[in-house]
């Protein structure tokens, strides 16, 4: 359920706030998910009682803040909508399998 809303939220947001340029949009939230590369250094790669938030080095709090700074400048909005998008249903991940909402 957790990765279909990766998928299923962008496409929500798009076909709400972006429908002239929707394909490009979707593009890019989709493209925010290579955020998980950084689950690559972690041991095992994948876990799934982990929570991402705090753990992993791009899920971490001061690059949390630099996505949400990201939405307010028009040339990377998009981007940062999509990082944040992540970082929330990350973070509501954490809370549904673990009971807290970051490590």
Request: with cysteine; aromatic share 16%.
């Amino acid at each position: 359920m957790h990765i279909f809303l990766h998928f299923l939220i962008p496409a929500i947001v798009v076909g709400l706030f972006f429908r002239r340029d929707w394909q490009w949009a979707y593009f890019l939230l989709m493209a925010t998910m290579l955020v998980d590369v950084d689950h690559l250094l972690a041991d095992p790669v994948y876990d799934p009682n982990r929570c991402s938030i705090g753990f992993h080095p791009l899920h971490g709090f001061f690059l949390i803040a630099v996505y949400l700074s990201l939405t307010f400048f028009k040339k990377v909005r998009l981007v940062g909508i999509g990082l944040v998008i992540h970082m929330v249903l990350d973070s509501i991940d954490c809370q549904m399998t673990n009971g807290v909402w970051y490590v």
